[in-house]
Nanobody, 116 residues
C-alpha cells in the first residue's frame, strides 16, 4: 500500500503560480508511475501529468507548456509546478501512484482556486 499526502494548493490570481507536492509513504523509485489528476466541480476526474519510474513525463494538452511534473527520489516526493494559471485550472488536485501490478492509490487531494 502507498499513502500519499498532497499539499500546496490554495487561492491564486489568474497568471499566477503554485507548486503542489505529493509525499509518498514509500520509495517512489519502486513505484511504476506517479501522476497528478484533477476534478473540477461537476466534472469527471482527468489526468494532468504523469511521470514514470524511468522519468518519462506526459501531460494533458490543456497544461502543456504551463505545468511541469518532477520528483525528488531522496524525499519520496513528486511535484507539480503550475505557471500561468487560468480560472479553468480550478479543481481539486489529486496525486496517484500506480504499482507495476496495476494497483493504484490516491491521495485525498488539495484544492486549487484560480480567480479571474
Amino acid at each position: 500500500q502507498v499513502q500519499l499526502v498532497e499539499s500546496g494548493g490554495g487561492l491564486v490570481q489568474a497568471g499566477g503560480s503554485l507548486r503542489l507536492s505529493c509525499a509518498a509513504s514509500r520509495n517512489i523509485f519502486s513505484i511504476n508511475a506517479m501522476g497528478w489528476y484533477r476534478q473540477a466541480p461537476g466534472k469527471e476526474r482527468e489526468l494532468v501529468a504523469t511521470i514514470t519510474r524511468g522519468g518519462n513525463t506526459n501531460y494533458a494538452d490543456s497544461v502543456k507548456g504551463r505545468f511541469t511534473i518532477s520528483r525528488d527520489i531522496a524525499k519520496d516526493t513528486v511535484y507539480l509546478q503550475m505557471n500561468s494559471l487560468k480560472p479553468e485550472d480550478t479543481a481539486v488536485y489529486y496525486c496517484r501512484s500506480e504499482l507495476a501490478t496495476g494497483v493504484y492509490f490516491w491521495g485525498k487531494g488539495t484544492p486549487v482556486t484560480v480567480s479571474s
